[in-house]
């Protein structure tokens, strides 16, 4: 996978936020919260500009939704939602998190049911549209 980021970086076409969380999710991280912090250098200024600052004083159910809300901001777009397991949800009720919100172990393996991850530069543009008659305007 590190040779596939690489590639597509020397090609100018970075991974996003959300293709580094797909793509890292196999890799070991002591602290949970380090899912979301390791990947801070590799992230195009773009994808930074706003982000929270790492914080090991912050609970993960904290970093989790701070970096959720920040990606549903910067992306306009829902594609977070394609990677939240909501089967976490539905059992123990362990989790403390939204269900809108990433669990960093929990991480499904890609967009678009199986689909490779492509930049999303490259995509056509997707508005969430429920209704048919609006066009959703999240606000967090």
């Known amino acids: 996978m590190m040779l ?3 590639r597509r970086h020397h090609e100018g076409r970075p991974f ?3 293709e580094f969380l797909i793509a890292t999710r196999l890799l070991k991280c002591t602290m949970k919260r380090d899912r979301f912090y390791s990947i801070i250098g590799m992230l195009t200024r773009e994808d930074l500009a706003g982000a929270p600052q790492p914080d ?3 609970s993960i159910e904290d970093v989790s939704m701070d970096w959720s809300r ?3 901001r910067k992306s306009l777009t829902l594609d977070l939602l394609s ?3 909501s089967s ?5 009720g362990d989790s ?3 269900s809108w919100a990433l669990d960093p172990t929990r991480l499904l393996q890609s967009l678009d049911q199986g689909e490779s991850l492509q930049s999303y530069q ?3 543009s997707r508005l969430y549209n429920a209704t048919s008659s609006s066009i959703a305007q999240p606000f967090f």
């Open 4 to 6: 596939a980021i690489r």
């Open 16 to 18: 996003n936020f959300l």
């Open 56 to 58: 090991y004083a912050c």
């Open 70 to 72: 920040h990606w549903l």
């Open 83 to 85: 990677c939240v397991d």
């Open 88 to 92: 976490r949800n539905s059992g123990s």
């Open 96 to 98: 403390k998190l939204p």
């Open 122 to 124: 490259e995509q056509s």
